[in-house]
């Protein structure tokens, strides 16, 4: 089996910076893409806070120049998820459905996914109404009604983006301010498409057994509870760490984020580094991410070298 220097596991702005900085280094990382290969930018439209591209920039595009910036300095890729990792001795080893690849070092670079909200009817109609993208599944609600849950930026992008297609959207939050940066609020408030519904919560969805009809919504000052028509229910309160292969064999918080060294990449685990939203709870932006994985392969770099190059 080969051996390769570093494995880069995920290809976000953070998996694929580390390549980058890796490719550079001669290092010849080898990434595992994972099962949304890009990251969560693939499914996002415009990016417009990304440095460099004052126009904007579509984030699938920005993803595909990422990586071939990566091919074009030697990165090798390799589909799917890793399933299991074994770093309890070195050569370190991670498995996909597929195949298993050894490494003198590990990047983490797994991101985040869609938090689920967690109430009656969400699981039973998920992709028949029930969505956590908005640019994937958007299209199909054109003159529909259309509910939004969150009242943060990924909410309101959402928001905005299905204002496009549905007769209405209604983004629903639990508290009477957004979270959401001003920008993004004052578009919103401005949308004649869309109504605000403040300190509310959506208790349940229900539907007529093949997609979505109504949401039931509670106002958590009345405790009012009333229906909702709608056809298209997204979900956008956050996100949860793609960690689970990595459970008992990395350090992670109460919420599954892994555990670095003060803020560094460094893991407990001498030689695996981790980088971006999967260990970032804070800022979780494309160009954080981008340069913890700048971060995270020059440390793993130095340790390389520490080890005898
Ligand atoms: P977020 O900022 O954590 O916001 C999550 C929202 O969901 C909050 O409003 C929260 O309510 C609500 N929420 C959480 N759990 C809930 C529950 N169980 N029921 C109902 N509501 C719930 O997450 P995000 O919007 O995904 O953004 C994550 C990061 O990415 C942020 O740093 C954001 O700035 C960034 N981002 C940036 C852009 C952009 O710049 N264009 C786009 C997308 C995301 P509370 O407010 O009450 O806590």
Same mark, same amino acid.
Request: charged share 25%; aromatic share 8%.
């Given at each position: ?37 890009? @990251? ?16 904007? !920039? ?21 589909? +799917? ?49 029930? %969505? =956590? ?12 009604? !259309?509910?939004?849950?969150?009242? +943060? $930026? ?12 549905? %007769? ?6 639990? #508290? $009477? ?12 408030? #401005? ?7 403040? %300190? /509310? ?21 009345? +405790?009012?509870? /009333? ?9 956008? !309160? ?17 919420? @599954? =984020?892994?555990?670095?060294?003060? @803020? ?15 260990? $970032? ?5 494309? !160009?954080?991410?981008? @340069? ?18």
């Amino acid at each position: 089996m080969d051996l390769h220097h570093v494995v880069i596991v995920g290809s976000g702005p953070a998996g694929l910076t580390a390549a980058i900085y890796c490719a550079r280094a001669g290092l010849e990382p080898v990434v595992v893409e994972g099962l949304l290969a890009g @990251g969560q930018l693939v499914n996002t439209t415009d990016v417009e806070n990304y440095p460099g591209f004052p126009e904007g !920039i579509q984030g699938p595009e920005l993803m595909d120049r990422f990586r071939k910036q990566a091919e074009r300095f030697g990165a090798a890729f390799v589909p +799917g998820d890793v399933v299991r990792a074994d770093f309890s001795s070195r050569p370190f080893a991670v498995w996909t459905d597929e195949r298993e690849l050894r490494a003198r070092a590990v990047i983490v670079a797994t991101g985040a996914s869609p938090r689920p909200l967690g109430v009656e009817g969400e699981k039973e109609y998920a992709g028949r109404g029930v %969505s =956590y993208c908005a640019t994937c599944d958007g299209f199909f609600f054109r003159g529909k009604e !259309i509910v939004v849950v969150g009242g +943060g $930026d990924s909410a309101l992008e959402e928001a905005l983006f299905l204002a496009r297609y549905g %007769s209405r959207v209604s983004v629903i939050h639990r #508290r $009477d301010a957004f979270r959401a940066s001003k920008i993004m609020a004052e578009r919103v408030l #401005r949308s004649p498409k869309i109504e605000v519904v403040w %300190s /509310s919560v959506v208790e349940g969805v229900a539907g007529d057994g093949r997609k979505v009809t109504e949401v039931r919504v509670r106002n958590v000052e009345t +405790g009012a509870v /009333s229906t909702r028509p709608c056809a298209g229910f997204f979900v956008a !309160i956050g996100h949860v760490p793609n960690t689970a292969a990595f459970r008992g064999v990395l350090p992670a918080d109460a919420a @599954g =984020y892994l555990e670095v060294h003060g @803020g560094s990449s460094y893991t407990s685990v001498d030689g695996v580094f981790a980088a971006g939203d999967v260990h $970032d709870h804070t800022y979780r932006q494309a !160009i954080t991410a981008a @340069g913890a994985g700048c971060r995270a392969a020059i440390d793993c770099e130095r340790w390389l070298e520490a080890q005898g190059g």
